[in-house]
Every structure is written in structure tokens, then in C-alpha cells.
């Protein structure tokens, strides 16, 4: 007996099954898990994760960065392929759900294709990205960076760990330096399956985040210098107050970011006065300026704000002024059909659902420079995340990869 494609469903067992041997390599001490990118522990769970994808059919290549593509046959087999997965590395102290579901609810997708002798005219590809994380070598989402050809495979060789290994030495030595170029890839459509890593879905008592793009962030240092001098004898309209222009700054800056609510984003998290003395008017303020929105176009204008606002406010008040960008993360907004499509699979499985965007990074962020990309966020416990207790239930893990199934088998055609 064969089901038809609108009735297949996973299996909820031995997708848990699989996140729970996966946490079982490099298991953390709290429950968690400490498998960090190029260690041993990381060349362990990729085997077991080859391991897998071969039995259920796929064939197997690495690339020039360590990215694991394991692919089943279409029937048109030189279409471009939907592709579907995320990372198995984690923090050091990490959780079990992280990346790792991404990756196993879209293995968990092809075996049940497989299981139920469902052919796709497209190939399916489950992808494993290496070094997501950041936190042994940095940057964060490495892997999909240099396919994405924001960084070249040299750069990414090139960096090194807090004890000075290189990354191309260390995925040598893990026997993941394959021969396949890090390069764009034609894909009919990119889904990532991901704990939510925040509070919404929980509190709302909402199984399915249909998402629909990455929050932009900036990171500025801002600089401020002007004279110091005794905080008595010192007339306030004779003095060179890096404060006088901090104030309206800092002001000026929330309001840059109040006026484009409810996404937008304003914090400053810190503030250095020199000499930092009581009765001394500091001759340098320092502090950082964290701004995010989610709509590229948007975040850009509040930065163009921002640089005017403390350019003018020096001026006035015979500030020298510096702003030093320190980092970006570019907004990402995903492909508007292949949101809608997410949303339409989760409203006919009869999953409760709503629109979200992500705060944090993700490999998404890269494919959708070149291929059509989507995300499905499910409820974690506490928006517990990149901690060991993090946790998230069977059903709604279930719920998560059903909907990638469809979404799958919608862009890969039956
Ligand atoms: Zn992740």
C-alpha cells in the first residue's frame, strides 16, 4: 500500500531518536552538549551523520570548507536541487537541539521519503554547514559564508582557535577537506528548520514561527574627545564637554530607532569617561552603539542618521568626533513566495502558527544571497538557547520537520 504524498507524515520516534545519539557525541556536563567545530568530537557526529544519510539513500560530498551535502536522486536529476539542513557543531556549552535539528528533521524528511518510495522530480539535498557556531574559530556561519562568497576558502583556512590551530590544518586533520568548490549552488529553494532561541512561540502557545527574515545589526564605537579640565573654575560655556555632545546623541540615537518601531533597535551598552575623575570634565568619552532592524534598506538609513547626528552634535559643540564601525550582520529578508509557501503548509497541517523574525544569525542568513530561502522556527523551552538545559518537546520537533516535509515535497514536486 502506498500513501499519497498529501498523507505522508515523519516519524516523531526516530527523529528523537537520532537528536539524542547525536547528543550522546561530545556530550556536555550539564545535559547539553560540547561539540565545537574541527574537534574530534565534530568528526564523530559527521560520520554518524554520513552514516545515516547513506543508508538512507544519499550519496555524499564534501566540500573545499568541510560542508557535508548528502543528496537524494530526483527524477529529473540535473534540476536544481531544493536543499535543506543546518550545523551540527555547538558552544562549548551548548544544547542538543541547536543546529543539529535543522539538519536531522531534514534527514528525518528523506527517510521518509525513502521509507515510503516517494520520488521528487527535483534532487533533495540535506546540507551540514560547518562552523556555525563562532566560538572556536570566528567568525559565526563560516562554512555557508564562503559558499555564499562573503569569505574566500583561504580566509577560512586561515583562521585560527584560541590556541593558535589553524582551520584548514584542523579540518585536514578530521579528514573533512574535501575536493567539491565552496561556491554558489543552483537551489530551487533553501529551508532551515531551527529552535526558536527566544520566548515567543512558547508564551503565545504557538507551535510553527513562519520566518521571515534575519535582523541587521551594527556595531559602532563612538569616540567623542574634547578637553578636560577642573570641574570648579571652569565656566560650563567655556568648556569643551565631550558630554555635551554625548547627551543629545545617545537621545537622538533611541529616537533614530523609536521612530523606526516596532523592529527597530538602539543600545548602548557601555560608556568610558578619561581621565573618569570626580571633579574632572573627562577629555574622551568612548561608548559603542548596537543598531538593528530587519529591513536592510531601513537599517541603513538609521546608520546614515546616526553618523549625521554625531557629525552635527560635534560641531555644535567643538567635539571631535569618530564612529568606528566594528561589526556587521546584513538584513535578511527571505524570499517572499517561499515564506508564504512555509506559512500555507503549516496552516493545512493544522499547526497553529505566526510570522516572525530571527534576532539571531543563521546559515540562512547566507544561502538567501543566492538561492530562494526560508526558515521554520518551533517553541524551545524558556527560549533557552547556546545553554545546556536547553529543550524543546517531541511533538513540536515533529510538527517542525512536517511542515518541512511539505514545504519540501511542495518545491520539489511529486
Ligand atoms: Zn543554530
Not at 502506498?2 to 505522508?8: A, G, R, S
Not at 574634547?226 to 540615537?253: E, K, N
Not at 530587519?294 to 552634535?313: F, G, N, T
Request: aromatic share 6%.
Amino acid at each position: 500500500m502506498t500513501t499519497e504524498p498529501q498523507d505522508l507524515r515523519i516519524d516523531a520516534a526516530r527523529l528523537w531518536n537520532s537528536i539524542e545519539e547525536m547528543a550522546g557525541i561530545g556530550a556536555g556536563i550539564a545535559g547539553g552538549c560540547n561539540r565545537q567545530a574541527l574537534t574530534d568530537d565534530d568528526r564523530r557526529g559527521r560520520e554518524r551523520f554520513i552514516e545515516w544519510a547513506r543508508a538512507a539513500g544519499c550519496t555524499v560530498t564534501v566540500d573545499q570548507v568541510g560542508n557535508i551535502f548528502a543528496r537524494r536522486r530526483g527524477r529529473d536529476d540535473a534540476a536544481a536541487p531544493v536543499l535543506a539542513g543546518s550545523h551540527l557543531d555547538t558552544q562549548a556549552t551548548g544544547g542538543r537541539f541547536d543546529g543539529v535539528y535543522g539538519v536531522l528533521s531534514a534527514l528525518e524528511v528523506v527517510r521518509t521519503l525513502e521509507a515510503s518510495g516517494t520520488r521528487t522530480r527535483r534532487p533533495v539535498e540535506v546540507v551540514v554547514w560547518t562552523n556555525e557556531e563562532g566560538c572556536r574559530f570566528v567568525p559565526a556561519m563560516l562554512g555557508s559564508g564562503v559558499v555564499a562568497g562573503a569569505y574566500t576558502v583561504d580566509y577560512a583556512y586561515e583562521r585560527r582557535d584560541a590556541d593558535g590551530k589553524r582551520f584548514g590544518d584542523e579540518l585536514e586533520r578530521i579528514g573533512f577537506r574535501g575536493t567539491a568548490p565552496a561556491a554558489p549552488r543552483p537551489c530551487a529553494a533553501v529551508f532551515e528548520a531551527h529552535i526558536e532561541q527566544g520566548p515567543v512561540l512558547e508564551s503565545e502557545g504557538c507551535t510553527i514561527g513562519v520566518v521571515e527574515g534575519i535582523q541587521g545589526a551594527y556595531w559602532f564605537d563612538v569616540v567623542l574627545t574634547g578637553q578636560s579640565c577642573h570641574a570648579g573654575p571652569t565656566p560650563m560655556d567655556m568648556r569643551r564637554d565631550p558630554w555635551s555632545a554625548a547627551l543629545p546623541i545617545i537621545a537622538g540615537a533611541f529616537a533614530i530607532a523609536q521612530r523606526a518601531a516596532p523592529w527597530g533597535r538602539c543600545t548602548v551598552g557601555d560608556m568610558q569617561a578619561q581621565p573618569g575623575a570626580r571633579n574632572t570634565v573627562p577629555g574622551r568619552l568612548a561608548f559603542p552603539v548596537d543598531l538593528r532592524h530587519p529591513d536592510r534598506a531601513v537599517l541603513d538609513a538609521m546608520v546614515a542618521e546616526l553618523r549625521a547626528l554625531v557629525q552635527a552634535e560635534g560641531v555644535r559643540h567643538r567635539i571631535d568626533t569618530t564612529v568606528e564601525q566594528v561589526w556587521h550582520m546584513p538584513a535578511t529578508r527571505f524570499d517572499a513566495q517561499l515564506v508564504d509557501l512555509v506559512e500555507s503548509t503549516a496552516g493545512g497541517l493544522g499547526y497553529t502558527h505566526r510570522r516572525l523574525v530571527s534576532g539571531a544569525g543563521h546559515d540562512s542568513l547566507h544561502t538567501a544571497r543566492f538561492a530562494p530561502t526560508a526558515m521554520i522556527f518551533v517553541p524551545c523551552k524558556g527560549g533557552l538557547s547556546h545553554n545546556e538545559a536547553e529543550d524543546a518537546s517531541p511533538a513540536d520537533l515533529a510538527a517542525g520537520a512536517n511542515v518541512l516535509l511539505h514545504s519540501i515535497l511542495r518545491t520539489a514536486q511529486t
